[in-house]
Every structure is written in C-alpha cells, then in structure tokens.
C-alpha cells in the first residue's frame, strides 16, 4: 500500500475534516422554560443577540421569558416574550417580530423555531434567514389553521444566515430583504407565539482539526520550497 506523506498526507487530513464536519455539529439550545419569568435573554448565549423588532417603526425592545396568557402547554409554560403590545405573541396588532443575529457566532449551520397558535385561526407563520447585507437566504412557513396551543417547528439553513426573523404572518410585506420587512404599518392578520430556538452550529472540535490541517498544509509547502 502506498503511504502519503508531507503535503499528501496534509490534504488527506484536510479531506477527512471536510467529510466529518458536516455530521459533526453541536446544538445551541434557548429555551424560555429554563428562565424564570421576566429575565431577559437579549444576550444570554454568547454570539447570539434577541431582539423584539416593531415593523412599523424599527424599535427594537428586549425579548423576556414570559408565561403565555393564552396557555402554552403543548411547549411548557415560558414562551419568547417581546416589547411591543402583547408581549406574549408576535404579528397582529403593532406588527412585531423577534430578531435573532447569529454573526457573533463565526459560523452558522442552521436555525428552528416552534411558532404556537394563540387562536383558532392562525396560519402563515414565516422563518426567514438573512444574510449580511440583508437578503433572504432561505425560508420556511407552514400551511393552514393553527388551533390554540398547537405548534409547528421551521428552520432555515444556510452558511450566509447572520440574522434570522421570525415572522407570525407576513401577508402584504416583501420578505426578499430584511429592510422590506420593516416599516410598514401591518405584519397580517395573525399572531403566533414563539418558543424552543435552537441553532446548529459546527463542532469547535470540528474546526479545530480543520485549522490544524491547513496550518500542517502551509508548513508541509514551506519545508517542500526550502529542500527543492
């Protein structure tokens, strides 16, 4: 058998990391039921910002832990709470949504969501991924009516993602750009409740053997130059 050695052997490591990375991903969990009530979670994972956005205006408010008025039990008590009017959903009436940037992070593999029905007729919630410069990267939504308490998981998945907006039903908005989600007067016509985030991330490990591997290939190039 053949043995690969210096810069062979270098991008053979680097091969084994790019096919390992992908099924080696660690899992960033936020979960309001591990709060109590009333704590904020802006900035409880470090690289992650939550933001409460009013659409019609831009404010931008804290995002609390917060007991659902309107019952929760098929997620747990907590739910994600905003700023603007009710405080435990978001969409109808002042038109709000929660915000949740990623770019502190470094690297992003992925983003879910669980949206809550808080009525009977609840429909068209969005999961929408931006990138840097503010456009859609990937969405998600689910159809038809949401009975109280009833809740479905989206995700968005992307290596361009940085800021991620959760949407209770943006009917009439352009969603192609985060800016055409702002500052307009309604979101549509439901609200939704939001709970569970969890975003996928590669494993430090992972990177780790990935960077050694590129150091090793420029040390492999060096030594090859100086004995040529």
């Given amino acids: 058998m ?7 052997a270098v991008l053979g490591g680097l091969v084994l990391a790019a ?6 991903a660690g899992v960033i969990s936020i979960e ?9 979670l802006n900035n409880i994972v470090p690289g992650v910002t939550l ?23 098929s997620t747990g008590s907590n739910v994600f709470a905003g700023a603007f009017a009710a405080t ?11 915000l949740i940037d990623v770019s502190g992070l470094g690297s992003f593999v992925s983003l879910s969501l669980d949206f809550i029905g808080t009525d ?26 949401f009975s109280t308490g009833q809740f479905v998981n989206l995700s968005v998945a992307g290596a361009g993602i940085t800021r991620v907006a959760a ?26 409740g939001l709970d569970n985030a969890k975003i996928t991330v590669p494993e430090p490990a992972t990177l ?20 040529a």
């Avoid at 039921?33 to 704590?39: F, I, M, V």
């Avoid at 978001?90 to 038109?95: K, L």
């Avoid at 209770?168 to 702002?182: E, F, K, Q, R, W």
């Fill in 167 to 192: 949407l209770g039903d943006p009917s009439g908005l352009n969603i192609a750009t985060l800016a055409g989600i702002n500052n307009q007067a309604s979101g549509g016509n439901h609200s939704w």
């Fill in 32 to 40: 309001p039921d591990n709060y109590a009530a009333g704590t904020v």
């Fill in 2 to 8: 053949r043995k690969f050695t210096g810069v062979g």
């Fill in 51 to 73: 933001s409460s956005i009013r659409g019609s205006d831009g404010a931008s408010g804290n995002i609390t832990a917060g007991v659902a008025s309107w019952g929760a039990a």
């Fill in 208 to 227: 780790a053997l990935f960077g050694i591997g590129l150091a090793g290939l420029g040390f492999a190039v060096r030594r090859r130059r100086k004995t």
């Fill in 120 to 145: 009977s007729v609840d429909s068209n919630p969005v999961l929408a991924g931006y990138d840097a410069a503010g456009n859609l990267v990937d969405s998600d939504t689910a159809a038809g009516n």
């Fill in 19 to 24: 096919v390992a990375g992908p099924a080696s």
């Fill in 88 to 98: 435990d959903q978001f969409g109808n009436g002042t038109w709000d949504y929660m």
